[in-house]
């Protein structure tokens, strides 16, 4: 990803060898004249600029040399300038339709082949490609969003005008970490983003959580992914000791700068286990834990009917995910997505799909720490099991008798506002053997359910042990399975409990992931 530092450097070098045509690919048309307004007056050459609201000006003084404000007008113009004075270079800032064989193109191509003649410079700025016939007369270059160094020199600038006349808490370690934050938005939404916290009178170290919400706002229609709210009242977390322990490590490593060792952040965990267990709520516990926002990426959804529409909407989903990094990007039931990539009868359009979902997740640098689930493991790519993809990957289990009652006790809590007797609450643990967390869950809700329409002196224990002795929970309609997938994390997978698993049926599970 270019910074502007290198960016720079290309184009002076570009333009001191007066390459005919340039294309630079970028969203921020101010920052690039920004750049190319320092190039003139390095090289000292004329540099004009076109827009569709001021028509032609010189770059250096401002000045409007051509009143024409169509883009027609101003590549006439450019030309007939190039044809009468050698070494001139024009920047056409809004130019369309550039991206196939279309009269603008084809006039751009004639323009370009009396440049080469005539030591002249065309320059584009544009946010999309370029006809491949025009391209190859020249260069291209992409200036990307300010990256963290970038980030943090315009954050320190925005800043330091006001220290000392309004409260500013921000030292280096919350401008660097502001900075990461910021990291994939333009300079000019940083500096609105900043602006807003000055005008409320304070820079506050709190506000660094505002900031991510602030980032959020900005990104809040983007393709291919689905921004899921969260509340830490809605996920109340229980056990999960292994799983809440390496994540604990984890979570300075995504902020910090660890390029100096070349290493990159935490990329993130595969958690299989058995259906109905927490898996997916991990992905909310760990965003709300982790204070950062969360994006949901269905890959079932992204098959398109067309050749390459597929590959284009993940690459799309994934580009959008590390503009808005940092965040969590969690991949519910992946192997709907990946499975089948090697046999499937699409025209190879899985397994290309799972070529670039394997690239991106091995040799991506963004801040982006993906929270995969998977039920059906035996439809996974073995691929995705290689080390360097995933950082981790854990086993979540089935409750145990001590987990049970503690996810028993959180929903009696949050449905009924109320605890259990201890006799109670042990049939019901009992009872409860083989059940997975929905199915606690479904039981509990049942019981509230029945309590609003009544009224909770009308529940009696009677009832709980009934609606409880209903739940035909998976392990017991579809036990084969069940055991082959707690067979399957036994020998692969690290127990998110922090606790090994149990080697036969039979004998005490092993704690595992409570998230209610």
Known sequence: MPDFASCRQMM??????????ISLRTDERDRALELFRSLASELNIPVYYHTLSQGIRDIATNRIVNEDRSAVGALDYASQQILQRQNLTFILTEVQDLEGDTPLSRQLLD????????????????????????????????????????????????????????????????????????????????????????????????????????????????????????????????????????????????????????????????????????????????????KLPLYRLDLSNIHGQYLGQSEGRLKEALSTADRVAPCVLWIDEIEKGLAGAAGSNDGGTSTRL????????????????????????????PELFRRGRFDELFFVDLPDHSERQEIITLYARRYMHRDLSGAMLGELVDISDGFAGVDIDAAVAEIAKEAILKGDSMITDA?????????????????????????????????????????????????????V
């Open 111 to 290: 323009l370009a082949s009396s440049a080469t003649e005539r030591g002249g410079t065309v320059i584009v700025i544009t946010t999309s490609s370029v006809w491949p016939r025009l391209q190859r007369q020249g260069m291209t270059l992409v200036l990307d969003a300010p990256n963290e160094d970038e980030m943090r020199s315009i954050v320190a600038e925005c800043l330091s005008p006001y220290r000392g006349a309004v409260p500013i808490e921000w030292a280096e370690p919350e401008i660097s970490e502001a900075a990461t934050i910021l990291a994939g938005v333009t300079r000019i939404e940083a500096e609105n983003a900043i602006a807003t916290f000055l005008a409320k009178g304070s820079i506050l170290k709190s506000d660094l959580i505002e900031l991510s919400r602030v980032k959020d706002r900005i990104f809040a229609d983007i393709a291919g992914l689905e921004r899921v709210k969260t509340s830490d009242k809605e996920v109340v977390v229980g056990g999960l000791a292994g799983l809440q322990a390496w994540l604990e490590k984890q979570r300075p490593l995504l902020t910090m700068d660890l390029r100096e060792r070349g290493l990159r952040p935490p990329r993130g965990v595969l958690l299989v286990g058995v259906p109905g267990c927490g898996k997916s709520l991990s992905a909310k516990a760990i965003a709300i834990s982790w």
């Open 463 to 515: 009832y709980w042990r009934t609606v409880f002795t209903n739940i035909v929970p998976l392990s017991k309609t579809n036990p084969e399975a069940v055991e082959n997938i707690r067979a399957w994390g036994r020998e692969r997978a690290v127990p998110a409990s922090g606790q090994p698993l149990a080697p036969e049926a039979g004998q005490q599970r092993a704690r595992r992931n409570v998230l």
């Open 12 to 21: 002076l070098l570009y333009l001191k060898a007066r390459i005919p045509f």
């Open 354 to 381: 799972l070529g670039h979902f394997l690239y991106w997740l091995q040799e991506g640098r963004a801040r982006v720490f993906v929270v995969a689930t998977a039920n059906d493991i035996g439809k996974l790519p």
